[in-house]
């Protein structure tokens, strides 16, 4: 079964930092990888995904994103933190050729220190 | 365009109840699908409808149901409620036609206590 493993359930950056929050996944198939935000009291907010080409994803807000096949890794950086950027981020997965079932990793809180 | 939107935002339920939630999805999304976020279980899916007709189900109990309307609207009911249900129940609408690269619009959720 498809699983998703956010390393570091908590991450603390100082503002200006960079920011890295780290996500593997689990198929012997690539699946579609995404990364959504959740701020307090909100739903889900798509960041980007990785469907096919590119491997370096760029999405909202300056986060980006590579899919490294070889590390089973979707890794999501942003160079320079704002204090905006304290949220809590999701890695979630969808199987190919599969519907809109999105399997979520446990999450990562980014807290932003000025 | 309007987001998709949730009714009730908070519902305090006591155990045993039933609960019925309601989302409205983007117009023109055929779509939708259901999660149940906790603290201790994460973000979970329940279950997908599309063009009314369940498409895809998680591993809950009977006790949580869903249904699709011909508008796209869908319903989720949970029978005899227990403390564990307590959630914020998220619903995510989408065109649903390209096998899971559609994005996702969630909406912000019905917070469900359960006393």
């Known amino acids: 079964a498809q699983s998703v493993t956010q390393l570091g359930s908590h991450v603390s950056v100082s503002e200006g930092a960079l920011v890295l929050l780290r996500c593997n996944y689990s198929s012997s198939v690539p699946p579609y990888l995404f990364w959504y935000v959740q701020y307090p009291n909100q739903g889900l907010q798509l960041l980007l995904k990785?469907?096919?080409?590119?491997?370096l994803v760029k999405g909202i807000n300056g986060f980006e994103a590579e899919f490294k096949k070889s590390e089973t890794s979707f890794h999501l950086t942003k160079p320079s933190a704002h204090m905006s950027d304290a949220a809590e981020y999701f890695c979630a997965v969808i199987q190919r050729g599969g519907t809109d079932k999105l399997i979520f990793g446990t999450g990562t809180r980014l807290q932003v220190f000025p | 365009k309007a987001g998709v939107t949730q009714t009730p935002r908070y519902l305090i339920k006591t155990r045993g109840q039933q609960v019925t939630l309601s989302c409205s999805p983007i117009?023109?999304?055929?779509?939708v699908s259901w999660y149940q976020q906790t603290p201790g279980q994460g973000l979970q899916f329940l279950f997908e409808?599309?063009?009314?007709?369940?498409?895809n189900k998680g591993n809950f109990p009977g006790r949580f149901s869903g249904r699709q309307f011909s508008n796209s609207r869908s319903e989720m009911n949970v029978s005899t409620l227990e403390l564990g249900d307590s959630a914020l129940y998220l619903c995510?609408?989408?065109?649903?036609?390209?096998?899971?690269?559609?994005?996702?619009?969630f909406g912000p959720g019905t917070r469900l206590t359960v006393l």
């Open positions: 409808y599309f063009s009314e007709t369940q498409r």
């Open positions: 990785y469907t096919t080409g590119a491997t």
């Open positions: 117009s023109g999304h055929r779509s």
């Open positions: 995510a609408s989408s065109q649903g036609t390209s096998g899971g690269i559609d994005e996702q619009f």
